[in-house]
């Protein structure tokens, strides 16, 4: 799924650093090829802690549900 994220401001220093922390939860909550619900919670407030979601935010959430529903990522209870 491609997201368009149109006529978009460059990120912030800080928006950068909190998408790239985005970015290493989510490495690391699938390396293993699993995700808990407790995973997906914190990526969630992860998202959401400044009270925007950026069009990066939703592009790597969007990928990171793509790939749970090709089978890629098993969502775990």
Do not use: F, H, Y
Request: proline share 5%; with cysteine.
């Amino acid at each position: 799924m491609q997201v368009n994220p149109g006529n978009t401001t460059p990120l912030t220093p800080q928006e950068q650093a909190s998408l790239d922390q985005l970015a290493a939860l989510i490495d690391r909550a699938t390396r293993d090829g699993r995700l808990s619900r407790q995973e997906w919670e914190e990526i969630r407030a992860k998202v959401r802690e400044d009270g925007r979601i950026t069009p990066q935010e939703l592009d790597l959430t969007c990928q990171l549900m793509e790939q749970v529903n090709q089978g890629i990522i098993i969502l775990e209870d």
